[in-house]
């Protein structure tokens, strides 16, 4: 937010900047200010209901924390069909992800773009190529890849993590799954190593690795059949492990159920699980991680 400060020190007078108040009537007609204390959650979000943000600030009835509390809970953008969180950046640093599976070509390409006008590094994943193909015509710099399933635009290329995430998979078929978590570690501003088929079935192939699996901050093990890698990869390191169980593996696999239970069972305490075929949550875990 651009605001201005004069007056003297005793009684500050905060005043919105008229190119604010233009910008936001003119570009941001649609947005919802979500204030946790109203009931109704419907006040616009325009150059007015700012300066009464700014007014009691100036008056004492808020404190500069508690407005920006505030800020932190609006705007979001309502297109019928989606309501487009574009504050999500400022409350979790990522602004908001698409999920594409299930979405219309014309919707995923409706919310990606209106993400775009805000900056920041925009993700679509579980996306097609029909999806992507939509995308592309609003957006120039779009990107599509294709073996994470994702959809990417990347601007902010910035380091947020503090060390390496590695990102393992047990065999070749679960590398689709791994490529997710490597993107979304990727687009939120993380040095990404991958380690790819490596599993119990040959385990020298992973302590080849060893040196690599111990300079990383956080592990993304990927893994289907029985899901016994991240145990493997847990005893072997200090840091956390985010294990994710996959889809891959015969019939009493049960697409995934075995190795998730399997990782949720784990004897090695860094371990942790997500949800089945969750490449993003774990690259997302993994970059708060990283951050800290």
Do not use: W
């Amino acid at each position: 937010m651009i605001f201005q400060v004069s007056g003297t020190a005793r009684k500050p007078e905060i005043k919105p900047c008229k190119l604010l108040s233009t910008l936001l009537d003119a570009a941001f007609p649609a947005f919802h200010l979500c204030n946790p204390t109203c009931d109704l959650y419907n006040l616009s979000v325009n150059s007015a209901s700012l300066r009464t943000l700014f007014e009691q600030v100036r008056e004492g009835k808020l404190s500069a924390d508690e407005a920006v509390q505030r800020l932190r809970h609006l705007p979001f953008e309502d297109l019928d069909f989606a309501k487009v969180d574009h504050h999500r950046a400022l409350r979790q640093g990522m602004p908001e992800v698409i999920f594409g599976q299930g979405k219309t070509p014309r919707q995923v390409a409706d919310i990606f773009s209106r993400l775009a006008q805000h900056g920041g590094n925009i993700l679509a994943t579980r996306a097609t190529g029909e999806q992507f193909e939509a995308v592309a015509a609003k957006v120039e710099k779009a990107e599509y890849r294709a073996l994470a399933r994702a959809i990417v635009l990347k601007r902010d290329r910035k380091r947020y993590g503090k060390g390496i995430v590695a990102v393992v998979s047990a065999g070749t078929s679960d590398i689709p799954v791994a490529e997710e978590a490597v993107v979304t570690a990727e687009m939120m501003g993380n040095e990404v190593q991958h380690i790819y088929d490596v599993g119990v079935a040959g385990i020298h192939r992973l302590l080849a690795h060893r040196t690599a699996l111990a300079k990383a901050r956080v592990i993304v093990v990927c893994a289907g059949m029985e899901g016994a890698l991240p145990s493997v990869v847990g005893g072997l390191v200090g840091v956390p492990v985010i294990a994710v169980p996959t889809s891959i593996g015969y019939g009493a696999a049960f697409e995934g159920l075995a190795a998730l239970l399997g990782m949720m069972n784990s004897c090695a305490s860094n371990v942790s699980v997500v949800n089945i075929d969750n490449g993003f949550g774990a690259g997302y875990v993994a970059s708060l991680i990283n951050r800290r």
